[in-house]
């Protein structure tokens, strides 16, 4: 209780009720979906024109995200499509298979040589929420025949 009612008083996170205090601010839920490829000898132009569309991120094998840290062991292509991290997580998946489902076999026929996969993310500053998928937004991870998987990240 706190000294000036008789109400409890409420937290919306486990960090919070175990310091004491909540940071001020309204609760956030953010998401991400985005399509990664990572190999040696990536045919980076071939990606871009079967997709139709050109990557968010891209690095070489060996090269550095900045001078402190370790090179990347592989090449990588990342596309994720431009969606407000405010919508749904559904909204990310069903603009991503949007762009991925003219070229899904050609993705599964890359998956001999490189590593495939959606990786999915939710952010938010609240423990105690959730979320969920409608099955037709997760026709992606069949035809790629690639685990839906989630990063949660509670802040």
Request: a negative charge.
């Amino acid at each position: 209780m706190d000294g000036s009612s008789n109400q409890p008083k409420t937290f919306r996170t486990l960090r919070g009720f175990l310091d004491g205090h909540e940071p001020d601010g309204p609760n956030y839920f953010k998401f991400s979906a985005t399509l990664r490829i990572h190999c040696d000898a990536i045919p980076f132009e071939e990606i871009e024109q079967v997709l139709g569309v050109g990557p968010t991120h891209t690095h070489r094998k060996g090269e550095q995200r900045g001078p402190q840290s370790p090179a990347y062991r592989d090449d990588a292509w990342h596309y994720e499509p431009l969606v407000p991290e405010t919508e749904p997580l559904a909204h990310h998946l069903d603009a991503l298979w949007a762009v991925v489902r003219p070229a899904a076999e050609y993705l599964k026929g890359l998956k001999s040589r490189c590593k495939i996969d959606v990786f999915c993310g939710y952010r938010s500053n609240c423990d105690t929420a959730g979320f969920e998928i409608p099955h037709t937004s997760l026709e992606l991870f069949a035809a790629l025949e690639v685990p839906f998987g989630v990063s949660v990240v509670i802040a």
